[in-house]
Structure formats: structure tokens, C-alpha cells
T-cell receptor
Framework: KQEVTQIPAALSVPEGENLVLNCSFTDSAIYNLQWFRQDPGKGLTSLLLIQSSQREQTSGRLNASLDKSSGRSTLYIAASQPGDSATYLCAVRSSNTGKLIFGQGTTLQVKP | DVKVTQSSRYLVKRTGEKVFLECVQDMDHENMFWYRQDPGLGLRLIYFSYDVKMKEKGDIPEGYSVSREKKERFSLILESASTNQTSMYLC????????????FGQGTRLTVV
């Protein structure tokens, strides 16, 4: 059974810092991995999608990497801002079952 | 712009009521998902559907059923609502395969009293 783990569960940093969020998964049979952002009480917003054949994707200050063989992904946020404060979730799409399985998220606070 | 719309933002229902949560997508996606999200437990998959009239159980299907009569609409049904079904419910849709980016609705906060 696919399991997705995110470390750390919570993170607090001063504005301007670069930071890395980690995601690991147990089964490498995936179509892709997706990173989401969730603001309190809201739905999920897609940030980046990495296909299983790709190593990384970039969007603005965000860079996500994928090492499928080791079951790891990282989300790198450059020059963090208070507006980046949110919960970040990673999810893998199983190529065996089609299910989209989530980690429990990392709650980020960026202090001005 | 892609869009997944959930019928209600907030809902309050009584114990024992039959509750319908509706989700509509306008992207002609084959796959649709229902999750519930609870503090400390993350997002847990209830059911998903990979085509019209097709469904698969997720990790926590007990107490729920689903209906997908049309491609764009996926309904979650609580047959007899209970207080432990108080939660945030999230609907998502996606295409099939490697390029399958998932898009989420805004969520429905259901309270069962």
C-alpha cells in the first residue's frame, strides 16, 4: 500500500530565507507527483506537477525535484515571503490503482 | 480556467439525515475523487470514479456511497449522517495517465449535529 510522508510537519522561518520541504513515498509505481498549497479553510491549489519521467519542475520561486527510485521529492522555495505561509501537500498518483495519495502536509509560517 | 465546483461551502445537517454533496467539473475529466480532511489525519480518499457509472472504494468508504451518472458530476452520499462524519469534504478531478494534474474544488465544511 502506497504511503506518503512529509517532513517536517511544521516550519517557521524569517522572511527571505530559502527553504526545503520533503516528501517521501513507499511505492515507486507512480504516474506523477504533485505539490499543492492549502490556505486555512480553503481547497487545494496545484503548484507543480512532476511526471514520473521528469527530474524537476520550476515555477517562479518554486522548484520541485523527483527521485523516483529512492521515493523522494523536495519542494524548494526561494526567498520566502509572508504570503507563502500555508500548508503544503504532496500527492502521488499510483500507476497501479489510479489513486491520488496524500502526505499529511507541512505547515509553513514565514515571519515578516 | 479549469473549474471544479462543490455545491455548498458550509452545510449543517442532523444525525440520521441523508446528505448529498455535489461536485461538478467542466474539464471533461475522466477521473473524479472525494476526500475528507481532518486535523492530524490529512486527506483520506473516500471514493474515486474513473469513468461514468464506474467507482472504486478508497481508504475510508464506510458510511458513504457515490453516484456518477454523468461525466461532469460526482455525488457523495452520506446514507445516515453521524457526528463522526463532521469534516471538510474535498472533491477533485483529473485526466488519466502521466499528465494527469488534479484540480480541487473549494471544499464543503459539513457539520453533523
Amino acid at each position: 500500500k502506497q504511503e506518503v510522508t512529509q517532513i517536517p510537519a511544521a516550519l517557521s522561518v524569517p522572511e527571505g530565507e530559502n527553504l526545503v520541504l520533503n516528501c517521501s513515498f513507499t511505492d515507486s509505481a507512480i504516474y506523477n507527483l504533485q505539490w499543492f498549497r492549502q490556505d486555512p479553510g480553503k481547497g487545494l491549489t496545484s503548484l507543480l506537477l512532476i511526471q514520473s519521467s521528469q527530474r524537476e519542475q520550476t515555477s517562479g520561486r518554486l522548484n520541485a525535484s523527483l527521485d523516483k527510485s529512492s521515493g523522494r521529492s523536495t519542494l524548494y522555495i526561494a526567498a520566502s515571503q509572508p504570503g507563502d505561509s500555508a500548508t503544503y501537500l504532496c500527492a502521488v498518483r499510483s500507476s497501479n490503482t489510479g489513486k491520488l495519495i496524500f502526505g499529511q502536509g507541512t505547515t509553513l509560517q514565514v515571519k515578516p | 480556467d479549469v473549474k471544479v465546483t462543490q455545491s455548498s461551502r458550509y452545510l449543517v445537517k442532523r444525525t440520521g439525515e441523508k446528505v448529498f454533496l455535489e461536485c461538478v467539473q467542466d474539464m471533461d475529466h475522466e477521473n473524479m475523487f472525494w476526500y475528507r480532511q481532518d486535523p492530524g489525519l490529512g486527506l483520506r480518499l473516500i471514493y474515486f470514479s474513473y469513468d461514468v457509472k464506474m467507482k472504486e472504494k478508497g481508504d475510508i468508504p464506510e458510511g458513504y456511497s457515490v453516484s456518477r451518472e454523468k461525466k461532469e458530476r460526482f455525488s457523495l452520499i452520506l446514507e445516515s449522517a453521524s457526528t463522526n462524519q463532521t469534516s471538510m469534504y474535498l472533491c477533485a478531478s483529473s485526466t488519466t495517465g502521466d499528465l494527469t494534474e488534479a484540480f480541487f474544488g473549494q471544499g464543503t465544511r459539513l457539520t453533523v449535529v
